[in-house]
Each structure stands twice: as structure tokens, then as C-alpha cells.
């Protein structure tokens, strides 16, 4: 009997120890979390210590200008901390409205739009901030009264820098047909008001045709596989307002055996690489990283109530064969 009670005793006192020492773990767990959440530990990265959360709605991730847009956005939050939610529009204004309006239920700090009409969705960019939440249009412009500040290049310049450069391998003189971007959208209007500012200072140049591709490469193809059969060989050469459009006019000229000057714009790797073989005659560079790095910044410090400029711009850059090499080691090195 006397070692029965001897072996509950050590059994109590072990039990009485085990849980002594879990207390203490516990208590030392705690008080290391505390000692975290006090900022106490400086090797914290950026990540760790933002809370705040922007929202992307991009018009459509189908083009590769507008891949590269949100990626450069999504490694520009992870360098801030932030975290990007993004919301591909699928090149419908309804879907655009209704992803704008989720985001602002979701409560995010700020908003960049890549927006799909100029002015479709200014009600609810309005609203938006009205109601609090800061909206920053990147790449294509809305005329939102309350808009809190853009991100962009000058697209009027664009459409001027690449008919220049088609109107001196014509000579002055020629028939062309012109792709454009979806109807609405402020590149498509601006980069059409540029292509037009230069074709009008020379009326020995005609254009035959000008429709959207909804800056489609496969949409372009097949739009100039119907124009080749309407004109044939009366078509001397081709302005695309993106270079997705101008390259999908080059398949469709090439499968005919054609060689016609051809420009775009964007600066895409495979019209970089169109502009090496001398399939393409110019690109004007758009920085996609540029233009997305710098509207996460701008929502970064528009989510923490700092003052905003109106403008961010980011310049065009000419492309021949002549520097094709260059920015495709610059920016397309790693492919």
C-alpha cells in the first residue's frame, strides 16, 4: 500500500512540473509576441510591417504592354510591402464598373485604373473618391473630375513620332490603312488625333481604311487579310496604335509574300525583334515598367494621405533598327 501511494505521489509531482513548465512556455511565447508587435525587431521587412492594400483594374491582360504593366506594379508592392490586388476587365466597360465598385467594398487604401473608355467609367471613379478612396489612372487617361492624379505617356506624341517615321519610308507619298485601339479609349483618340496632325501636312498620302483591332494581334491579322483581298497591292503601308496590332498586319503581309513599311508603338519584344530583321520600320517605346512602378508609388503615398501632383509623365522613345539591340538588352535581356 505504502508503494502504491510512494508511485501516485511522483506521478502528482511530475504532472505538477509538466504543467509549471508549460505555463512558463506560454507565458514566454506572449511575451515574445508582444515584444514583435512593439516593433522591437528592426530586421522586419517592408512586407511584414505595411497594412495597406491598393487595387488594380486593368482594362485586359490579353496584350503583352499590359502583362508587363502588372507585373512591374507587382513587384513594385512587394518592394513597399503592399499588397496589389488585381482585376482583369476582360475589355468590358460593365465589368470594369462592377470590379471598381468590389474594390471599394473590399475596403482597399487606393485604386489605379487602366481604364477601357475615357469616360465610361467617370461615375463610379467619382463616386469612389467621394466616398474616401483615392483612384489613380494609369496608361490610358479618364476624365474624371475627381481623379486623383495619372500616370502616363503623351499618346498624341506617340501617334505624331510613328506616322513621321512611315511618312519618310513613303516618301511623302502613298496609300495607307490604319489600326486602332478600342473606341473610347483615350490612347485610341489621342494616338489618332497625332496620326492625323501629320498625315494632314501631306496630301499625297491616302488612307484607305482605319478600323479597330481592340489592340488585338490576331484581330489586326485577320482585319488585313480582308483588306489585302479589298486593295492588293495598292496598299503601301500600315500605322498600327500598338505594336500587337502592327505585328498581327505582318503575319497577314508576310503569308502574301508583301514588304511595306509597317509601324507601331509599345516597344514590345517582338517588334524589337520585327525592327532588327527590318520587317517593321519604327516602335515607339512605352515604359510599361516605368508607368507601373511609378502608380503604385503614387497610390503608396496617396493610401498614407500625402499630396498627390495632378501628373506623372512618362516620355515616349523612338525604336528603329538603328538602338532596337539596346532595348532589347535593356528591358528584354532575360529572354
Given at each position: 500500500?505504502?508503494?502504491?501511494k510512494?508511485?501516485?505521489?511522483?506521478?502528482?509531482?511530475?504532472?505538477?512540473?509538466?504543467?509549471?513548465?508549460?505555463?512558463?512556455?506560454?507565458?514566454s511565447?506572449?511575451?515574445?509576441?508582444?515584444?514583435?508587435?512593439?516593433?522591437?525587431?528592426?530586421?522586419?521587412?517592408?512586407?511584414?510591417k505595411?497594412d495597406?492594400t491598393?487595387?488594380?483594374?486593368?482594362?485586359?491582360?490579353?496584350?503583352?504592354?499590359?502583362?508587363?504593366?502588372?507585373?512591374?506594379?507587382?513587384?513594385?508592392?512587394e518592394?513597399?510591402?503592399?499588397?496589389?490586388?488585381?482585376?482583369?476587365?476582360?475589355?468590358?466597360?460593365?465589368?470594369?464598373?462592377?470590379?471598381?465598385?468590389?474594390?471599394?467594398?473590399?475596403?482597399?487604401?487606393?485604386?489605379?485604373?487602366?481604364?477601357?473608355?475615357?469616360?465610361?467609367?467617370n461615375?463610379?471613379?467619382n463616386?469612389?473618391?467621394?466616398?474616401?478612396?483615392?483612384?489613380?489612372?494609369?496608361?490610358?487617361?479618364?476624365?474624371?473630375?475627381?481623379?486623383?492624379?495619372?500616370?502616363?505617356?503623351?499618346?498624341?506624341?506617340?501617334?505624331?513620332?510613328?506616322?513621321?517615321?512611315?511618312?519618310?519610308?513613303?516618301?511623302?507619298?502613298?496609300?495607307?490603312?490604319?489600326?486602332?485601339?478600342?473606341?473610347?479609349?483615350?490612347?485610341q483618340?489621342?494616338?489618332?488625333?497625332?496620326?492625323?496632325?501629320?498625315?494632314?501636312?501631306?496630301?499625297?498620302?491616302?488612307?484607305?481604311?482605319?478600323?479597330?483591332?481592340?489592340?488585338s494581334?490576331?484581330?489586326?491579322?485577320?482585319?488585313?487579310e480582308?483588306?489585302?483581298?479589298?486593295?492588293?497591292?495598292?496598299?503601301?503601308?500600315?500605322?498600327?496604335?500598338?505594336?500587337?496590332?502592327?505585328?498581327g498586319?505582318?503575319?497577314?503581309?508576310?503569308?502574301k509574300?508583301?514588304?511595306?513599311?509597317v509601324?507601331?508603338?509599345?516597344?514590345?519584344?517582338?517588334?524589337?525583334?520585327?525592327?532588327?530583321?527590318?520587317?517593321?520600320?519604327?516602335?515607339?517605346?512605352?515604359?510599361?515598367?516605368?508607368?507601373?512602378?511609378?502608380?503604385?508609388?503614387?497610390?503608396?503615398?496617396?493610401?498614407?494621405?500625402?499630396?498627390?501632383?495632378?501628373?506623372?509623365?512618362?516620355?515616349?522613345?523612338?525604336?528603329?533598327?538603328?538602338?532596337?539591340?539596346?532595348y532589347i538588352?535593356?528591358?528584354?535581356?532575360?529572354?
Amino acid at each position: 500500500m505504502l508503494r502504491k501511494k510512494s508511485v501516485l505521489l511522483l506521478v502528482s509531482l511530475f504532472l505538477v512540473a509538466l504543467l509549471a513548465a508549460c505555463g512558463g512556455a506560454e507565458e514566454s511565447s506572449g511575451g515574445s509576441e508582444s515584444s514583435s508587435e512593439g516593433g522591437s525587431n528592426t530586421n522586419e521587412s517592408a512586407a511584414e510591417k505595411s497594412d495597406i492594400t491598393i487595387g488594380f483594374q486593368v482594362y485586359g491582360l490579353q496584350a503583352e504592354f499590359a502583362t508587363i504593366l502588372t507585373e512591374a506594379m507587382e513587384a513594385k508592392a512587394e518592394d513597399l510591402g503592399v499588397e496589389l490586388v488585381v482585376m482583369d476587365g476582360n475589355y468590358d466597360v460593365s465589368t470594369a464598373i462592377s470590379q471598381l465598385q468590389s474594390l471599394e467594398t473590399q475596403n482597399v487604401d487606393a485604386i489605379i485604373v487602366n481604364p477601357i473608355d475615357a469616360e465610361a467609367l467617370n461615375n463610379t471613379v467619382n463616386s469612389i473618391v467621394e466616398n474616401g478612396t483615392p483612384v489613380i489612372g494609369v496608361n490610358a487617361f479618364l476624365t474624371a473630375d475627381k481623379l486623383s492624379s495619372y500616370v502616363g505617356s503623351p499618346d498624341v506624341v506617340a501617334g505624331e513620332m510613328e506616322t513621321k517615321q512611315l511618312v519618310e519610308a513613303l516618301g511623302g507619298k502613298g496609300n495607307v490603312v490604319i489600326f486602332e485601339g478600342p473606341i473610347g479609349q483615350s490612347a485610341q483618340v489621342e494616338r489618332g488625333q497625332g496620326i492625323e496632325n501629320i498625315l494632314k501636312e501631306y496630301p499625297e498620302i491616302t488612307v484607305l481604311e482605319k478600323r479597330t483591332a481592340n489592340w488585338s494581334r490576331s484581330e489586326a491579322m485577320d482585319i488585313m487579310e480582308n483588306w489585302l483581298q479589298s486593295h492588293g497591292d495598292n496598299i503601301d503601308g500600315v500605322i498600327g496604335q500598338n505594336d500587337e496590332m502592327a505585328l498581327g498586319a505582318l503575319n497577314a503581309l508576310k503569308a502574301k509574300g508583301m514588304d511595306i513599311p509597317v509601324v507601331g508603338v509599345d516597344g514590345v519584344y517582338d517588334a524589337l525583334l520585327a525592327l532588327k530583321s527590318g520587317d517593321m520600320v519604327a516602335s515607339i517605346f512605352q515604359n510599361a515598367v516605368a508607368q507601373g512602378e511609378t502608380a503604385v508609388e503614387v497610390a503608396y503615398k496617396a493610401a498614407q494621405g500625402e499630396t498627390l501632383e495632378e501628373l506623372y509623365e512618362v516620355p515616349f522613345e523612338l525604336v528603329t533598327a538603328d538602338n532596337a539591340d539596346e532595348y532589347i538588352e535593356k528591358f528584354y535581356g532575360d529572354k
